[in-house]
């Protein structure tokens, strides 16, 4: 079973709002990443988590604040976004970071 | 130069032809490469890996992977409507926990 399960699927949220999305995993991966995605564009890597630590943060805004509460689980707790932040946010998988990784199927953020 | 790159398409090919999707890659200390399905509205969907230079093939898909030249390719043979989708190459870099992705290559598969 290869499947990466994202709550909620579609968030609306205000600028002035903290909301969380949800992540979680049953396959004894070891590494965690989220991805930022706009239209038409490739998939962004925002952070990395490696055996619940997070390794990458690839200069993210403190807006986004992730957090790994076990090997199974990922957040990533969202804080007074701006409109430009809507996009489809991906999580991912992988059973060390260097083998193929597997997606969720994302959550639609739009912050209004 | 992009670390990854792609032919931005759209790659339109007549149904049952073979598709032949391209991408060259900068850093030759990359290990890893991936090519992934992305449906319009969907996440990207695994299609195959490789890590050693030659052939991989899985049904109608056949990874080609030239370290030397930096070339990773992808063929479909047998190409149905379905297969109409952005593929996306990935590569990873040696000893580093972060996939690269290129921009994506739109397919048209024509009935």
């Known amino acids: 079973d290869t499947e990466v399960t994202q709550t909620p699927k579609h968030l609306v949220m205000g600028m002035t709002n903290k909301k969380s999305l949800k992540c979680e995993q049953h396959?004894?991966?070891?590494?965690m990443y989220w991805y930022k995605q706009k239209a038409k564009k490739p998939p962004e890597l925002m952070f990395v988590?490696?055996?619940?630590?997070?390794?990458i943060n690839e200069s993210v805004p403190s807006r986004f604040s992730p957090e790994c509460p076990n090997s199974s689980l990922l957040n990533l707790h969202l804080h007074a976004l701006q409109p430009e932040d809507s996009a489809l946010y991906l999580c991912a998988s992988s059973q060390d970071g260097y083998t193929e990784a597997f997606f969720g199927q994302g959550t639609r953020l739009t912050v209004v | 130069q992009k670390e990854v790159e792609q032919n931005s398409g759209p790659l339109s090919v007549p149904e049952g032809a073979i598709a032949s999707l391209n991408c060259t890659y900068s850093d030759r200390g990359s290990q890893s490469f991936f090519w992934y399905r992305q449906y319009s509205g969907k996440s990207p969907e695994l299609i195959m890996s490789?890590?050693?230079?030659g052939d991989k093939e899985d049904g109608r898909f056949t990874a080609q992977l030239n370290k030397a030249s930096q070339y990773v390719s992808l063929l479909i043979r047998d190409s149905q409507p379905s297969d109409s989708a952005t593929y996306l190459c990935?590569?990873?870099?040696?000893?580093?926990?972060?996939?690269?992705f290129g921009t994506g290559t739109k397919l048209q598969v024509i009935p």
């Open positions: 990935a590569v990873n870099k040696r000893g580093y926990q972060k996939v690269t």
């Open positions: 396959m004894g991966h070891r590494a």
């Open positions: 490789i890590y050693s230079n």
């Open positions: 988590y490696s055996y619940e630590k997070l390794s």
